[in-house]
């Protein structure tokens, strides 16, 4: 399992300056004002990027959010799955990086149907890779190829907004990429807190 | 009805520069790359922008996109219903500005359902305004309090992905905000197009 740390935090590069970081981060939107630069100056620091805007809209319109985004440290891109099929195969098909299609927010309630299922194979057969909530992560690991990025992994931190958590240990051999946020940044100590996952996950691998 | 110039032709600044605008423009991650300074470029040109990124994602995380994108010639933003009631409620909460809920793509195929008109109600009950294909904004005119921006419109020429397209004449009384892109940057006059669009559009106020 590969810990991505979410860049969510407020003044996210002096977080890192001061506590360090996975070797993966998550960038979302509170950075991607800064432009495409943001991406040169996370990747200057040796990091490498899955880049979460969940692009959501028509085919040739993903597949140019992802070109004009695109960067050599970005390894990742989300997308929704609500855009519809041909929108996440325009994304696949634009890049050789990871497209992680967002099948269901975790703020989210709503278990796991037949229809959720169906669309996911199509994905999963297209060669996505997943954004999936824990639970549903745990569900369908058997059933896909593509890889999972879990959010919602909580130890110590409140849950918050998030209807649907998990510790580290029950995603191990479920998810690929695991996304500590507030876990991380909203705990007493960071610096502890990136060692000691750097290294229950390393052991895992 | 205000015409909305959508910036995803190739080089919007320098067909800006050549052709001209309407007073309101569409901006997506084509542009959105430049970071946040390209809002402000546009504001020097006297343009209107509605922040087209469709957020999705969480109820915190899509207000603080919100407030990390605002500046204040941002007129509106576009946010997925898919996202949910509370992010779109996050959304509204975060800014003055009118929040456009995407409800459905025009690349996807899909009847107006109870279910969307359910989830579209509870939305406009918020304050929420909408992003509407054409066929769908034509029904619920008169149900809704919400503005309509709505994508679409052609006049000569070809649909290309849009599988809902709709003339200006017809979506008269309709649309509060009327999307105009590949008819105005893919035709063969495109300075012509913004001054008839412009006079028409300027009759109907």
């Known amino acids: 399992m590969i810990p991505v740390l979410s860049l969510d935090m ?10 360090g970081s996975f070797e993966h981060v998550k960038v979302g939107h509170n950075l991607a004002v800064e432009g495409r630069r ?11 990027i899955i880049l979460d805007l969940k692009f959501m ?3 040739s319109t993903v597949a140019r959010a992802i070109r004009c985004w695109d960067h050599p440290s970005v390894v990742g891109f989300t997308v929704c799955g609500a855009a519809g099929i041909g929108s996440v195969k325009a994304a696949l098909e634009s890049t050789d990086k990871t497209i992680f299609s967002v099948i269901k927010l975790t703020s989210l309630k709503g278990a796991l149907n037949n229809g959720h299922i169906h669309t996911i194979k ?7 890779s997943f954004v999936l909530p824990p639970s549903w992560a745990k569900l ?30 029950e995603i191990e051999g479920i ?8 876990e991380v940044y909203a705990c007493a100590d960071p610096a ?5 996952i750097k290294g229950v996950t390393e052991r895992w691998r």
């Not at 943001?38 to 490498?48: T, V, W, Y």
């Not at 502890?192 to 000691?196: E, N, R």
Request: proline residues 5%.
């Open 10 to 19: 407020k003044d996210p590069l002096d977080f890192i300056e001061m506590y």
């Open 38 to 48: 943001i991406l040169h100056k996370l990747s200057k620091r040796g990091l490498k």
């Open 57 to 59: 809209d028509i085919p």
């Open 122 to 128: 199509k994905l999963d057969a297209l060669g996505s």
């Open 140 to 169: 369908l690991r058997d059933r896909l190829r593509g890889e999972f990025l879990v959010p919602g992994v909580r130890m110590e931190v409140p849950a918050g907004e998030q209807k649907d958590i998990v510790t580290l240990e």
């Open 175 to 182: 998810a690929d990429y695991a996304i500590l946020g507030r």
């Open 192 to 196: 502890g807190k990136l060692a000691w």
